[in-house]
């Protein structure tokens, strides 16, 4: 906790490791930069905010998207989504059915350009998957 934040409380939107720059920054009352995502959690967070992330893993490369308590996953390979209701089951152990408005934000975050750059173990696992596709090594 800290001045104006009761302890313990708790935040009930949706907030990511890319907010905590902005909120730095608006704390030492100077200008966030355009170019970044996240926002100064103390100058309100939307409701209905959406919280992106991508991921390549040595089993699949996935995509995901946290809007409000539901969350998304869209495996990439195999073509392949699960949904989940995070208030009811944080445990992410009962599949809903399929959400395809929020399909549809997670493969929108998915074709915009990579805002980073891949991680050298990333970059070799997408170059191998490649070349498997290709038909080159097995």
């Known amino acids: 906790s800290g001045p104006g934040i009761e302890p313990g409380s708790v935040v009930p939107q949706n907030i990511g490791q890319f907010d905590v ?3 730095i920054l608006g704390l030492l009352h100077l200008p966030v930069p355009d170019h970044v995502d996240g ?3 103390f100058g309100g967070i939307p409701e209905d905010r959406m919280i992106p992330s ?3 893993l040595a089993e699949t490369t996935s995509v ?10 869209w495996f990439i390979e195999p073509d392949s989504s699960e949904t989940y209701d995070l208030s009811a089951d944080p445990g992410e152990l009962s599949i809903l059915p399929f959400d395809s ?8 975050y998915w074709a915009w350009p990579s805002k980073c750059t ?18 080159y090594i097995r």
């Open 64 to 73: 995901s998207c946290l809007q409000e308590s539901r969350k998304v996953i």
């Open 101 to 108: 408005l929020l399909l549809g934000e997670v493969m929108g």
């Open 39 to 41: 926002i100064d959690l």
């Open 54 to 56: 991508s991921g390549v």
């Open 21 to 23: 720059m902005p909120t």
């Open 118 to 135: 891949p991680t050298e173990n990333e970059e070799a696992i997408i170059s191998a998957r490649r070349l498997q596709d290709l038909g």
